[in-house]
C-alpha cells in the first residue's frame, strides 16, 4: 500500500470502529464480532489487501493495550488469585501448546513436533478482549473479571516465550533438550518481570513530573514502549516486563499522580484503547483472504485433520482443565483456588488477607467460554520465518481458532452468562463504596478538627466551619444509604427517588449555566478562552455525577 492508501485505510477504519461502536450500543452485539465480520467483507472487496506486520502489532499495538490494560487491574486481586492465574496463564499454555504440537506432529506429514508445539503456542493464549467487554455489561462478578484479567495480562508472555524457543528448534538454529528450553524460558520471563520492576520504580521517581498533567500524559504513553524495548534488547520478554510495570504503577497511582494528572491519562488512555482494539478485530477479518491464497498446495484432508486438531485441543483442554485442577489433592495446594478454611472465617479476614476460594461448577462454565483467541494469535503465526515448515497451513489453524472462538463464543458469552444467572452482587458494591466515602469523610472532619485545634483568625474558622457542615451533609446523606442498603435482601441496588432527583435538579443546574455561559459569549460579554475555562469547571462538576438510574 501506498502511503495515501494507508492513510485512508486508517481514516476508514476509524470511521468503521465508530460506527460500529453506535451500533453495538443500540443492539448489544459484541463489537469484537462486528468488526472481524467488517474485516472479512472488507479482505474480498477489489483492490489491495492490507496485510498483518507482526512487527507493527508486537511492538506498537500490544504493549499499550497489555499496559492500559494491567493499569485497570488490581495487583493486589492477581496476587490474592495468584495460583489460580499462573495455572490458567503458564500451565494451561504450555499444556495446550504441548498437546496440539503433539497432535499435529503424529497426525499431519510434515509437522516436526516443533514446528507443531510453535503452532500451539500462537493459539494457547486467550486475548480477553471481547470476554471482558461483554463480562463487564453482565455483570459478571469481580473475581471473575480479575482472573480474566489476569490470565490474559501474562498469557501473552508465556506464549510468545515457547513460540521463539520452538521456532529456532523447528528451523535448525537451536538444538532441544529439556534443561535447555526450560532454563531459556525461566531467564527470559524472570528477566521480563526485573525490567518491568526497574521501569516502574524509575517511574515512580518522576512523580515530580507526573504533577503536570502533560507530562504525566508523555511519560504514561511511552513507559511501555520504553518497557518493551528494553526487555526485548537483552532478549527478555517485553510482555512480561509492560505487564508488570503497568500493575505496580497503577497500583502506585493513587498515591503518587495529582487528580488533574489521572483525569487526563485516564481519558487519553480510553481514546488510545477504544482505537487499538477496533483496529485489531479489523485486522483480524482482513486477513482472511490472504490465509486462504496459502492454502493452495495442501489437500482437503490435511486441512481438515490439522484444524479438528487445533480446535479439539483448543476447545476441549481449557474446560477439562478447568474441571481437574478443582479435583486435585488439597494436600498439593496447587489446585484452581481453594483451601482449607472455611468460607465463613475466610470472609471475616481483612479483604487483602483473604486465599483463594474454589471456582464453583457456573464459575467455570464461564471462564471455559472466556477463552476467545485473538490478534496475537495471528500475529505469532505471522511472526515466524518465511521458511518456517508449512507456515501456510499453520497459519490457516490459527485464524480458524480466532474466527471460531471470536464469533461463537463471543456471541454466546452474554446470553450464557445471562442464562447461568452469574451477576456481582450489586447491593455489596454499593455497600462497600457508602461505607469507603462514609469513612473518607470521617478522616476529613478530624483533619478539620485538627486544624481547628490551632490558632486562627475570624474568617479561617469561618471557612472551616463551612467545610464541616457540608461534610457533615454528606455523612448523613451516606450513613441514610447505608440504612437502606441493609435492610435489602436482592443482590440488585434499590432505586432512590429522592437521589434520582439530586441528580436530575443537578444536572438542570450545570445545563442552565452552561446555557448562560453561551449567551454571554456570543452576545460578546464573555470571550472564548474565558468560556473555556468556566466550562471546563462545569465539565468537572458533570463528571463525578453517575449515571442516572445509578444511584451506588
Known sequence: MSHEETLLFGLGAIAIIVLVHWITGKTGLPAAVLLTVVGIVYAFLP??????EPDLILTFILPPLLYNAALDSSLLDIRRNLRTVISLSVALVIATAFLVGLGLSLAVTGVTLAAGIAMGAAV???????ALAVGRKAGLPPRLITLIQGEGLLNDATALTILLVAQQVAIGKQEFTFANTAGKFVIMAAGGVVVGIAVAYFVRLLRGLRADPLSANAISLVTPMAAYLLAEHFHLSGVLAVVVAGLIIGHDTPRYATGASRLQTAAVWRLIDFLLEGTVFLLIGVQMKNVLEELKEYQTSTIVIAVSITLGVVLLLRPLWLGLTQLLPRSLHTRLGGDDEDEAEVEELPKGRRKEKSLGV?????????GTRGVITLAAVYSLDSN????GLLAFCAFAVVLVTLIGQGLTFAPLVKWLGLRANQTDKARLRNEARSAAVRAALNRIGDIQSEHHDHVEDEAMETMRKQLQ????????????LEQVDSTEVPPSPQYEAALMVRQAVIDAEREELLRWRDAGRLDDENLRVLNRELDHEELVLPKRGKSH
Open 47 to 52: 483492490g489491495d489487501n492490507f496485510e498483518i
Open 124 to 130: 494457547a493464549p486467550p486475548d480477553p478482549v471481547a
Open 362 to 370: 457456573r464459575e467455570s462454565v464461564v471462564m471455559s467460554w472466556a
Open 388 to 391: 518456517f515448515p508449512n507456515r
Open 473 to 484: 451533609v454528606r455523612l448523613d446523606r451516606y450513613r441514610h444509604r447505608l440504612d437502606l
